[in-house]
């Protein structure tokens, strides 16, 4: 989603700034823009589409400034053109504003402010925060972004610079990221670490009512009544090689194909097999507390969502709590049934997903004790929970979620043997699943040796307009994950189902036409799927089938085959997901669609 940088120091800020957003193009967004203090005023460029848009108007005008703030911009407010782009301009153009949320009021304050004279250009929320701290101005920028704050409802992460305040950026955070980076000389301000990574490891983040005033010598955090914060300065240790491609054509391979050593990660010194148990330092919660629990809700979004239906299902089996599973953006807005006896999990792989954000305030506001199983270090959730698990699989890129994915899985894996050994699971039973959960790195890369099987299905299908993913038990999350990888990167409509749910509807849509994926290891429902795998080949739709053993009952009813290796039953998905990360890969690729930036996703979605 939108991305912002800021720069004060005393180098041109103008290729920095530029460079920035480069790092930030990985999140969505459909045009940028910059403003830099040029010689006493602002000046500000600004393009749709592409950064290098942005690059070619600067080259036909340049600019250059050592104080400046640049945007990429997702649309919420307006269409994706030149003037609805960010930063936005005040009537005098003295003060210049990027911003990342919603501001829900600015239908009123837009009223308002043009009754007293303001004239808008843009049909942008983000706008009326220009002019009304231009209203506000006296003779300090903070003080009147205080005052400009004061009147707005909604969310945002926004940063300014003012020609008759000129040596400093203002900064100010409610609902979307946020953060300090600390150089020598030189700071800057960020929406993700990404964007300056190069140029400091140094990082403070601001929390929601924060603001910072930022300068080349330092910075100041406060809350919006002026009183000052002490904030903790974080090292990032994760290096930029991270965020590169490392050789590989699109960032969605390199992550699919890292997953040998992103499990691996998340596992490391946490699966103890001597005692079938596991270690996880982070939960913030005592054995009597693991213990009282009676209820579990897990919420997130997308991908993240479909991880929380696996993990339902192995807490339910192997630790026997009742377990639901929510969307994070209805979860927010229902009366749910929570009490002090609930432990809410919350995964997501950015951390700042705004309505499992939101959700997981409610569920605390309501009692809940909350679990963070979240990839982004330092993010909002990981900040906010009780306690977590952090994924450690290192940070993910390509908008389509592959290797979050598979460690969110193990995560759950994990907890669940933490739940489970502490109640109804044997230490013989805990062995077999950690055993499982060590052979599980070698297996992916099995996989992955033999990804050009999987290339050779993709291109029979590369014109298909339509798929079906049918999976069962713990595979049936698996397909709707298979079914979300392929719609969000390939634009082809796909479903996923439970397999013998498909009689109940989508079977009138099986003909020759229709791809049907089975998601179909040999485990405890195998024979059940046989049955409906039959009964697709029936109809003579195409059969892509998952398997994990040569299967003599599958005999002629299916076209194309891929084996994975076998594990347990809970632990399949982390195995079966592979191969449709890599279908969905190799037939957005082979389309020559923008693999890393689908149209219209945005990484990490801070809206409701
Ligand atoms: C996955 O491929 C998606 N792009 C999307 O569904 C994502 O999983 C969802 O937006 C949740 O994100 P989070 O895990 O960062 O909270």
């Not at 945002?156 to 610079?161: C, E, K, M, S």
């Not at 990981?382 to 389509?400: F, M, N, Q, S, T």
């Not at 398997?547 to 982390?574: A, C, H, Q, W």
Request: glycine content about 10%.
């Amino acid at each position: 989603m939108c991305g912002i940088v800021g720069y004060v120091g005393s180098r041109n800020g103008t290729s920095l700034l530029v460079d920035g957003l480069k790092r930030l193009e990985y999140r969505g967004y459909d045009s940028a823009g910059v403003s830099l203090m040029d010689g006493g005023g602002i000046e500000t460029r600004k393009a749709k589409g592409k950064i290098a848009m942005l690059e070619a108007a600067i080259g036909s005008m340049p600019i250059q400034g050592n104080v400046g703030i640049a945007h990429t911009r997702w649309a919420t407010h307006g269409p994706p053109n030149e003037c609805n782009a960010h930063p936005h301009h005040d009537c005098s153009g003295t003060v210049s504003v990027v911003h990342n949320g919603i501001i829900e009021n600015y239908g009123p304050l837009r009223a308002m402010l043009k009754k007293t004279g303001h004239t808008f250009v843009s049909d942008t929320d983000t706008e009326v925060l220009a002019h009304l701290i231009e209203a506000a101005f006296d003779d300090n920028l903070e003080e009147a972004v205080v005052d400009a704050l004061a009147l707005v409802e909604g969310t945002y992460g926004i940063a300014v610079i003012c020609s008759r305040d000129p040596d400093k950026i203002v900064a100010a955070r409610k609902g979307s990221p946020l953060l300090i980076g600390l150089g020598e000389g030189e700071n800057y301000i960020a929406s993700d670490v990404a964007a300056i990574l190069q140029h400091t490891r140094h990082v403070v983040y601001l929390d929601d009512g924060e603001m910072a005033v930022v300068t080349r010598t330092g910075y100041r955090v406060m809350d919006l009544n002026a009183q000052t914060i002490k904030k903790r300065v974080n090292r990032i240790d994760w290096d930029l090689d991270k965020i590169e491609k490392g050789g590989y054509e699109h960032f969605m391979l390199k992550e699919i194909f890292e997953q040998p050593q992103t499990i691996q990660n998340t596992m490391r010194g946490r699966s103890v097999d001597e005692d079938g148990f596991s270690k996880l330092g982070g939960l913030n919660l005592s054995r009597e507390e693991l213990q009282h629990f009676d209820h579990i809700i897990i919420t997130a979004c997308g991908t993240s969502w479909h991880s929380a239906l696996i993990g339902k299902m192995m807490i339910e089996e192997h630790a026997r709590i009742r377990c639901e599973v929510e969307y994070a953006s209805e979860f927010r807005y229902r009366n749910p049934i929570v009490s002090e006896k609930t432990l809410c999990i919350v995964i997501s792989q950015s951390g700042e997903t705004a309505d499992t954000l939101a959700a997981m305030r409610e569920a605390k506001r309501r009692g809940a004790k909350t679990l963070g199983l979240v990839n982004q270090v330092g993010s909002t959730i990981a900040r906010e929970d009780d306690g977590g698990i952090y994924l450690h699989a290192g940070p993910e890129i390509g908008v389509a979620s592959t290797k979050a994915f598979t460690s969110q899985v193990v995560a759950l894996a994990l907890l669940t043997l933490k739940l489970g050994r502490l109640r109804t699971m044997s230490v013989v039973q805990g062995r077999v699943v950690t055993q499982a959960l060590e052979k599980l790195p070698e297996q992916i890369q099995n996989i992955l040796d033999r990804a050009g099987e999987i290339e050779k299905i993709a291109a029979a299908f590369t014109d298909a307009t339509n798929f079906l993913y049918l999976g069962r038990g713990f595979n049936f999350p698996v397909a709707l994950e298979g079914a979300l990888k392929l719609k969000e990167i390939s634009y082809i409509h796909a479903e996923g189902y439970p397999a013998a749910e498909m009689k109940h509807g989508p079977i009138a849509l099986i003909d020759a036409d229709m791809p049907v994926v089975f998601i179909a290891p040999h485990d405890s429902v195998f024979d059940k799927v046989v049955s409906n795998v039959q009964e697709v080949k029936a109809r003579g739709g195409r059969v892509i089938a998952i398997t994990s053993r040569d299967e003599p009952s599958l005999d002629g009813k299916i076209d194309y085959e891929f084996r994975i290796p076998e594990t347990i039953d809970m632990l399949n998905p982390v195995l079966s997901a592979i191969p449709l990360q890599l279908l969905a890969y190799y037939i957005a690729a082979k389309r020559g669609l923008n693999v890393d930036q689908p149209r219209n996703l945005a990484k990490s979605v801070t809206v409701e």
